[in-house]
């Protein structure tokens, strides 16, 4: 099965500081994503990536920035973490026309 | 844009019974349906996807079929199990001319399932 790692696990954060959320599959896919979730409702797409060095704004992207310096790594930042970005934090990688696989998830709490 | 709707948010079973999550969508394109089940504080998980119109399509005791005349893609069962209680969500993906990989996600369904 594909495999997509995210690290932390698990971040608690201040309001007003940089948080760096990292991705890495090992799937040789192209496309990679970012999503959040919050309690008990879905999936949400901050950024994503199809090529390395570049990427693409999904339907949430205020507050977000990301980076993608290869295939296999595509992190998410938030510049000034706010506590509306608490939340659960996927990501996901595939190739066209295919499933996305996605990572155990990063747990962030802003407080 | 694309959306996908799913009805219900809770969905509450004895176990043995059969079960039906709907899900209707909205594309211009040629649609590629997916579900996907989500386990407490695990990773969404893929159940059944499928581009094929009127064939239904099987896993782990689950079943849907694409039905592009009436945009649906309905989650099935006959008998649930203690174990199928989790989060389920549809999505949609953009397949034909400009399409560009990105799934959208119903809200999700709450499939509880009690003794």
């Known amino acids: 099965e594909a495999a997509v790692t995210q690290s932390p696990r698990s971040k608690v954060a201040v309001t007003g500081g940089k948080v760096t959320l990292s991705c890495h599959q090992t799937?040789?896919?192209?496309?990679m994503y970012w999503y959040r979730q919050d309690t008990g409702h879905g999936l949400r797409l901050i950024h994503y990536s199809y090529v390395a060095d570049s990427t693409e704004k999904g339907d949430i992207p205020d507050g977000y920035k990301a980076s993608r310096p290869s295939q296999e790594n595509f992190s998410l930042i938030l510049e000034l973490a706010s506590l509306s970005q608490t939340a659960v934090y996927f990501c996901?990688?595939?190739?066209?026309?295919?499933?996305?696989?996605f990572g155990p998830g990063t747990r962030l709490t802003v407080l | 844009g694309d959306s996908v709707t799913q009805t219900e948010g809770l969905v509450t079973l004895t176990k043995g019974l059969p079960v039906m999550l709907n899900c209707t969508y909205q594309t211009t394109y040629s649609p590629f349906l997916f579900w996907y089940v989500q386990h407490l504080n695990e990773a969404p998980k893929l159940l059944l996807k499928?581009?094929?119109?009127?064939k239904r399509t099987e896993h782990q005791g689950f079943y849907a079929t694409l039905h592009k005349s009436s945009s649906s893609f309905h989650l099935q069962k006959s008998s649930v199990q203690l174990s199928d209680s989790a989060l389920y969500f549809c999505a949609l993906s953009e397949m034909g001319t400009g399409g560009n990989n990105k799934l959208t996600f119903g809200q999700g369904t709450v499939l509880s399932v009690i003794p």
């Open positions: 799937n040789n896919h192209d496309y």
């Open positions: 996901a990688s595939t190739r066209w026309g295919r499933e996305q696989y």
């Open positions: 499928s581009s094929t119109d009127n």
